[in-house]
């Protein structure tokens, strides 16, 4: 799942920024600035890649910034001139290394194919929490994305000229306050060929108390369903036993007693 990989993407990302700024000694340093770099990017023989690293003086709020510009225009750009933003955001730890806090991050593809010429594009803005709390002393986990127009190299080599961008929001959160996954996103779930416009809208919202009972809806509609909306729901219990089900249309017979779901805020 493209949502999977980003959140192992971002949290990589980050790790990489922990080494960097620990292993590497910067190439320049001021008071609330660091750069790392340049170098050659290995997956692009023309373009420069360097990372920077700013703080807010009057926060722990950090700005990160991976950019990327045209090697072959090395001796026309100044130190500072050129670069052009790739993955870029800010973090505001709340303890050592920036996995444990909040902040967001965007990767534009736009930007960093723009010199390996992929033919990938789009945007993936990410915001997440994994700050302490009263449950998660170790870090609570919340993530959101957004994805906008998406299309990775991944999807270019499985379906060339046909694959579609990807547009979804994601929505993970596990807390003292709150348990819950929504997912949002267009795609081909009725079996056409790839590359068909008509793309079917499926919305998948999960619910959970801290024992483990809970509660799934699922709907399916637009694309080739036209004017039909189908719903489906389910409930389990700490067994993660299903002791309900119910859908719009008798895809299924129906199960268990709806009194059994958990009741959740």
Known sequence: MVSGGINQGVFGFLDVVDWITQQIPPTQRSAERRVWGPW???DAENTDVRFVMTREPASAIFGLFY???????????????????????QVEPSGEGLRRGQGNLTIDLDVCARYSQTGERGLASVGFNTSPDADNPSGKTSLQ?????????????EHGDLAQATNATYLYIESSAERRFDFLFFADVNGEPAGSTELERVA???????????QAAVSLSEGDFGALFIELNECWDVEHARVYYKDSHDLAPEEGDSASCPVLD
């Open 40 to 42: 050659q990017a290995d």
């Open 67 to 89: 950019q990327v510009r045209d090697s072959r225009r090395r001796d026309d750009f100044t130190f500072d001139e050129g670069w052009s933003n790739c993955v870029f955001g």
């Open 145 to 157: 994305i957004v994805f906008d127009d998406f299309l990775t190299l991944d999807q270019i080599e």
């Open 204 to 214: 998948i919202e999960v619910r959970w108390d801290e024992e483990g009972r809970g």
